[in-house]
């Protein structure tokens, strides 16, 4: 029994959806969510919900498209959405400054913003995080010392290890992709034998990252279970308490998502 905690169905075609569903529920992945990237896009994310048993979406504006016209929600805007049963998360949000595809100042004001509507919900925020560990700790820490903690996971978890410790102090949660399972990734399964396991959440942020041994086939929610064998793996567990652990810790960081 596994979690994929993100994943963007909206980037399947409406044909394939079913399909994609049906072969990650024959996969043991009983639950997926898919996530929110734009304001605009949220009504979308809601109705693939809808359609769909084991299905839960988050609503929030990616930090790539931060800058864009549509513009940033307000904390207001983003809690009205979260009243609808489907949406169990915020974001996801956060900063990311390899592809700076939006000016920094949008993204930090963006990941505050979600950060605040995390805070006032009690949802969790979805994190993304690329190459700018320092920017977004400082704003965790701000957030937090200034207006109370708030739940969070870091997703697709790639950067250093200061920042999983960090964000573990502060509360948060951390999420392996199939970036996990690649040759080059022995540091950060390192750190995932070394992160407490009650923090632990696997995902595929599919339709991107497909894991070992399906590298270069477009990833799909069922892949998860390559990223859970190798943390499996790393951790020293079997494949069933690393499912039962991580469902446990989906279950108890999303408490909106249905809990059976």
């Known amino acids: 029994m596994l979690v994929d905690s993100h994943c963007h169905l909206d980037y399947f075609t409406a044909a394939e959806i079913d399909a994609v569903i049906q072969r990650a529920t024959e996969a043991g992945v009983t639950h997926l969510v898919t996530i929110g990237t734009r304001m605009g896009q949220s009504a979308e994310a809601i109705a693939l919900a809808e359609r769909h048993d084991g299905v839960s979406a988050t609503i929030g504006v990616h930090p790539h498209n931060a800058g864009e016209p549509e513009g940033l929600p307000s904390v207001a ?38 950060i605040r509507a995390a805070r006032e919900t009690g949802l ?3 994190i993304h995080a690329r190459q700018a560990d320092e920017d977004v700790l400082s704003i965790l820490r701000e957030e937090h010392g200034q207006g109370g903690a708030f739940p969070f996971l870091l997703h697709c978890f790639s950067s250093g290890p200061d920042l999983a410790r960090q964000a573990v102090a502060l509360g948060g949660y951390i999420s392996f992709s199939g970036i996990l399972t690649f040759p080059k990734s022995p540091e950060l399964r390192a750190l995932a034998a070394e992160l407490p396991a009650e923090r632990l959440l696997v995902e595929t942020d599919s339709p991107y990252l497909a894991p070992v041994p399906l590298r270069g086939k477009r990833c799909e929610p069922g892949y998860v279970v390559h990223t859970a064998k190798v943390l499996a793996e790393t951790r020293g567990l079997g494949m069933a308490a690393l499912g039962a652990l991580t469902t446990e810790n989906f279950r108890r960081l999303f408490t909106k998502a249905p809990q059976g």
């Open 124 to 126: 969790p925020l979805c």
């Open 77 to 114: 805007e983003l809690v009205a959405l979260t009243h609808h049963p489907k949406v169990i998360g915020i974001g996801e949000s956060g900063l990311d400054y390899f592809y700076d595809t939006s000016p920094r100042d949008a993204q930090r004001q963006g990941f505050r913003t979600h």
